[in-house]
């Protein structure tokens, strides 16, 4: 028997109970992953508390939770080449993640061998995140030269975000609230408050104005960049909705590069990126890990451990 956090309908208070449930079996082409650790995101209380959002993303009542897990291959069906008994690996799955064992059909997307040197909780933060800050960078096109205005960058995808434009040569203006802001410095970003006043703010730091925008959280950064005169086609956000305003870019992990997941953690793993988290809870207390999470002011990421 295995431990698998249950949801017995989609609504809002998330009532979860950890069931015991008879251990999971892997079929031909399919692998079985004895999970660590599972990564929160908002996207996972979005789908437990929003019957439309769980439509959307395939899940239906009763459901598992999360999405983000690292743990280690303990069993492998027929026919499956590229993963093996012992393999550490950290992915994807949608609405289930939190769980002691889960089975999937491996591809590239939905699981990678986690880089030596990288702990299973950091790995386990990663999917969502690391697929989000490609996709979205991608869709801007930053590079070398420009200056570009990242909302929401304290975030797990944030830091990615802002970590990857810096290295690719880009002036980064990131907005966060104040308590984050030497963190960012110690990022290689120009931070700034958000809320009212962002524009004069940035304008106060963007000495030659801003050419990109990544709007993480919302669509305040994107219509801050739109007023600084920051054109629709290099504006992206990824919460703005299908139709964000200025002609922005609505873009997601799906979007992204199917190597992202693996290229970025090798990068941290090799510590040219970070990742900090936030806080890691016992699955026995995941009802406090989404609350933390639900709060919206976590650097980084929160972790559940099985």
Same mark, same amino acid.
């Given at each position: 028997?295995?431990r698998?956090?249950?949801q ?7 009532v979860?109970e ?6 999971? !079996?892997?079929?031909?082409?399919? /692998? ?9 995101? $908002?996207?996972?209380w ?7 959002a ?15 897990f690292?743990?280690v291959?303990?069993? /492998?069906g027929?026919g ?10 950290? *992915? ?10 889960? /089975?999937?059909?491996p591809? !590239?997307? +939905?699981?990678?061998?986690? @880089?030596e040197g ?9 999917? =969502? ?6 996709? #979205?960078?991608? #869709?801007?096109g930053v590079?070398a030269?420009d %200056?570009?205005? &990242?909302?929401?960058?304290? *975030? ?14 880009a002036?980064? =203006? ?5 308590? +984050? ?9 120009? @931070?700034?408050a958000?809320g ?6 940035v ?6 104005g ?18 600084? *005169? /920051? $054109?629709?086609?290099?504006?992206? %956000?990824i919460?703005?909705? $299908?139709?964000?305003?200025y002609?922005?870019i609505?873009?997601?992990?799906a979007?992204?590069? @199917?190597d992202?997941?693996?290229r &970025?953690?090798?990068? =941290?793993?090799?510590?040219a990126v970070?990742?900090p &988290?936030?806080?890691s ?14 709060? *919206? ?7 559940v451990t099985?």
């Amino acid at each position: 028997m295995s431990r698998f956090v249950q949801q017995q309908e989609i609504a809002d208070p998330i009532v979860l109970e950890i069931i015991d449930r008879p251990d999971p !079996v892997a079929g031909a082409g399919e /692998v079985r992953v004895r999970v660590h650790a599972a990564g929160l995101n $908002p996207v996972d209380w979005k789908i437990a508390t929003h019957p439309q959002a769980a439509a959307a993303f395939g899940v239906t009542a009763p459901a598992g939770f999360g999405n983000d897990f690292a743990g280690v291959v303990d069993e /492998v069906g027929d026919g499956v080449t590229g993963f093996a008994v012992g393999d550490r690996v950290f *992915g994807s799955a949608r609405g289930r993640a939190v769980a002691d064992h889960i /089975v999937l059909t491996p591809d !590239v997307s +939905n699981l990678a061998h986690t @880089p030596e040197g990288l702990d299973d909780e950091t790995a386990a933060t990663l999917w =969502i995140a690391t697929r989000t800050a490609d996709a #979205a960078l991608s #869709a801007v096109g930053v590079t070398a030269g420009d %200056t570009v205005l &990242i909302g929401g960058a304290a *975030g797990g995808v944030g830091v990615i975000t802002v970590q990857l434009a810096v290295a690719a040569g880009a002036t980064v =203006i990131a907005t966060a609230s104040p308590a +984050n802001h030497e963190f960012l410095k110690g990022l290689g970003a120009i @931070p700034v408050a958000y809320g009212d006043g962002l524009v004069e703010a940035v304008r106060a730091v963007a000495g030659d104005g801003v050419t990109a925008a990544i709007d993480l959280h919302g669509t305040d950064t994107a219509v801050a960049a739109a007023a600084l *005169g /920051v $054109p629709g086609e290099r504006i992206a %956000t990824i919460a703005g909705g $299908p139709t964000p305003p200025y002609g922005a870019i609505a873009t997601g992990g799906a979007a992204s590069a @199917p190597d992202a997941p693996a290229r &970025i953690a090798q990068l =941290i793993a090799d510590g040219a990126v970070t990742l900090p &988290i936030e806080a890691s809870f016992p699955v026995e207390r995941i009802d406090e890990a989404i609350a933390l999470q639900r709060g *919206g002011h976590v650097r980084g990421k929160v972790v559940v451990t099985l």
